[in-house]
């Protein structure tokens, strides 16, 4: 059996130990200094105060104090936090973690560093000069709907296939099936992707109640019109980064399935599909991360800055473009569509 | 301004008749000998009997009797038969189309002929021996949602340009968007594909509905697992099919995440997900026409026959592999997740 470490009990973090301790697995959970409560009420109560299930029994529970200790006794450290937490991470963990233990992240996004975006794992790698074994979870999966069991297929992805086999060993369960590839890049900017496209669904959702009513029922042409033409940027996108395989834009659709779903950032497309300008938006959703919005600027920055230097077009990233005036600019919402025929 | 006929009046013949009448063209909608109803009751309310939004003024309502005559003298024919009408329109209206009248079908499917798969307007050619100009409309597309003038976008495909630019013009409006291609392959493909795949993403609802009660909430982890791995079955056959380009991939996308949200498909694989078998659910829809039951044991059938053929592998297809033991064999469903893992 082996020593799991999850640092930070957000949500998917915390999922993670259910696979993980439902195997016989040591799991232990360490909270940043974010999830202090969420700790306190997990140890006194057994649950995650955001899931409607029990933790399996006989997880530990920790404030982050005592990472360092837990840390260098681990076969794994799982990555919990979002990408807000990337640069915590990379000052306060990476540096205590063992270089013959690999890491297992769940955050998703990706750095631009003017106009070059890089994969989390990179970053860390980049940052921190460290020769660490640092692998990274993608594909669709909410964290209610793992909690509750429901059948699961996620993507292991890293630099050594014997490694991501060791860790789908630890993770895989009758309802969490993980499939593992090298196409950490692929991987990893499919995921990224599809945060942002997620918002353009629900904006059309927003913009229908606007017109037919806040009560009406959901249209799926339009939806569907958005989800096609994401896809066909996502895949502008994965092919200049170098992904590697199309398995990586199956992940990516799939992704963007579960994501449209999945609350904050349909939450907040919904609201400017209604007329909501970005301020008003984010007041609706006050004290909400919204790693959606964060990732869109990365995007439609990069697409900008490698459009003027003649390696993208960004005549070719339609809906990318118009999110981001949105955002940026507060452009009222007014979709492109014709834009999208070709 | 030009002249329509659009044979059958069933939902998706009939939606058509809105974008080309809204743009000013003499509409003719013409019921097959199933439609009777639907045309007299058009006729006498202005309204589809399954449609909750009258139709555009102006439009003739016409009992099949009339075909002969209309067909004569029409800019453009709609194909508006579902799959169970394509030899009907075969005998009974292909004999009547000029040559210069071009059709434009919305039938979705394909048949199979000995292991060959062939798209509706390369059967009608073959069968027909005619030189007519037989283009199709492919993409997500829910007839209610564009009769609610949902924004909407679709591909027509056909094998001139110059043909498909016209028929663009017939329909073309601020909500109706359309893109052409001369993939007729590839974007007829994706479209059949995923009238089968649908039923598969909902086979986890009905699993979920078994598991958890029949009111506990959508889950969707499981059913974007299974529509990534649609995606890349998908991938394959339109491979095998020679599709030309990824827009086909993409319209087969956007295709399937409309289907899985669109009646009878849904319930049917509710149905079976609920532990059903066949018969019982097909006994629960008495009356509906299944086409999705159809295509998936057309595609079944020839992936077997080309397997054993070298032509393609089998194991390449788990998911098409066990809704059609499912459907055939009235096996339990029990979807082989792992066999989805790479």
């Known amino acids: 059996m082996a020593t799991v470490t999850i640092i930070g009990a957000g949500m998917m973090g915390s999922a993670m130990a259910y696979p993980a301790r439902e195997n016989g697995h040591t799991v232990r959970l360490v909270g940043t200094h974010l999830d202090r409560e969420i700790i306190d009420t997990a140890a006194k109560t057994g649950r995650h ?28 450290i799982v990555c919990g936090v979002s990408s807000f937490g990337v640069d915590w991470f990379l000052e306060r963990i990476i540096p205590l973690i063992p270089e013959d233990v690999p890491v297992l992240s769940i955050t998703k996004g990706l750095i631009n560093d003017r106009g070059r975006l890089i994969t989390y794992p990179d970053y860390w790698l980049e940052k921190s000069g460290r020769d660490l074994s640092l692998n990274a979870v993608g594909g669709p999966c909410i964290s209610f709907d793992l909690v509750a069991h429901d059948q699961t297929s996620v993507t292991f992805c890293g630099k050594n ?42 904006l059309t959702v927003g913009l229908n109640q606007k017109r037919l009513g806040i009560d009406s029922k959901l249209r799926y042409n339009s939806q569907a019109a958005i989800f096609g033409q994401s896809l066909k940027e996502m895949s502008k996108l994965l092919d200049y980064m170098g992904a590697l395989n199309l398995e990586s834009q199956a992940v990516g659709a799939g992704d963007l399935y579960v994501t449209v779903y999945g609350g904050r950032t349909r939450q907040i497309g919904i609201l400017l599909g209604r007329g909501l300008n970005i301020d008003e938006a984010k007041e609706e959703l006050k004290g909400q991360t919204l790693e959606s919005l964060v990732i869109i600027e990365r995007l439609a920055d990069a697409v900008i800055t490698n459009s003027a230097r003649g390696i993208l077009k960004r005549e070719d990233f339609p809906l990318l473009m118009h999110i981001n005036d949105i955002l940026k600019n507060k452009a009222e919402v007014n979709i492109p569509w014709e834009k999208f025929t070709y």
Chains 1, 2 share one sequence.
Do not use: C, W
């Not at 955001?50 to 840390?71: C, M, N, T, V, W």
């Open 161 to 202: 296939i014997r490694t991501l086999e060791k860790l789908r060993d630890y993770f895989r369960t009758d309802y969490y099936h993980i499939s593992v590839s090298e196409d950490v890049t692929g991987t990893e900017t499919a995921v990224a992707l599809k945060n942002g496209y997620a918002l353009g669904i629900a």
């Open 49 to 76: 105060i955001k899931f409607d299930r029990d933790f399996p029994e006989g997880i530990s529970y920790h404030q982050i104090e005592d990472a360092d200790e837990l840390i260098k006794d681990s076969d794994v």
